[in-house]
């Protein structure tokens, strides 16, 4: 089925940006999706279709997709950012929920 | 407020069952796909099982299928998956999730937090 790449980490100093990258087959032609994940809690949706902010999630979320690369950015990067995040697409092909490994932000 | 409250969770021996529950409140819960997904010890995240609205449909990831059952009771807004032949592997939290179609596309807006199942001898 398909398969999802994410990077195990990623480090960002206080107020900078942390890009967070998901790689997959032509994965610009599906739609990705977000979650946040502080330790001991529930994930949390962060961005969805792509691009897509829920209400509650700051602007300084952001999210891209195109070619083989969807990508998470978060500006001005704080302490409580520090968290997993994983994508997520919907797999038409096998009809399977596909989540990627996983990214670990640290904020340094 | 959207709220998903995991019970049933413990643990059982290899080739036991298990049968976890997820109550809803704050939502239409007749409306909406739901969804189990898992994370075990120190691992990432784990679709397991989804189911449309009437029951009419249910998916399952292939690690799982013969063995889970997913299903609701929409008149007591709950959802439940029965774990038969359990195994070492299966061991993980289970979150419930209210899953949402738009534009051909499915996502977890909301999640539970999660109830732990173990599988030890």
């Known amino acids: 089925s398909y398969v999802l790449t994410q990077p195990p980490s990623v480090s960002v100093a206080p107020g900078k940006t942390a890009s967070i990258s998901c790689g997959g087959n032509?994965?610009?032609?599906?739609?990705v999706h977000w979650y946040q994940q502080k330790p001991g809690q529930a994930p949390v949706m962060v961005i969805y279709?792509?691009?897509e902010r829920p209400s509650g999630i700051p602007e300084r979320f952001s999210g891209s997709n195109s070619g083989n690369t969807a990508t998470l950015t978060i500006s001005r990067v704080e302490a409580g950012d520090e968290a997993d995040y994983y994508c997520?697409?919907?797999?038409?092909?096998?009809?399977?929920?596909?989540f990627g490994g996983g990214t670990k932000v640290t904020v340094l | 407020e959207v709220q998903l409250v995991e019970s049933g969770g413990g643990l059982v021996q290899p080739g036991g069952s298990l049968r976890l529950s997820c109550a809803a409140s704050g939502f239409t819960f007749r409306l909406h796909w739901m969804s189990w997904v898992r994370q075990a010890p120190g691992k990432g995240l784990e679709w397991v099982a989804n189911m449309k609205q009437d029951g009419s449909e249910e998916f399952y990831v292939d690690s799982v299928k013969g063995r889970f059952t997913i299903s609701r009771d929409n008149a007591k807004n709950s959802l439940y998956l029965q774990m038969n032949n359990l195994r070492a592997e299966d061991t993980a939290v289970y979150y419930c999730a209210r899953g949402e179609w738009f534009h051909f596309s499915y996502y977890f807006d909301y999640w539970g937090q999660g109830t732990l199942v173990s599988v030890s001898s």
């Open positions: 279709y792509d691009s």
């Open positions: 032509n994965i610009g032609t599906q739609r």
């Open positions: 997520q697409v919907w797999d038409s092909d096998s009809e399977h929920w596909v």
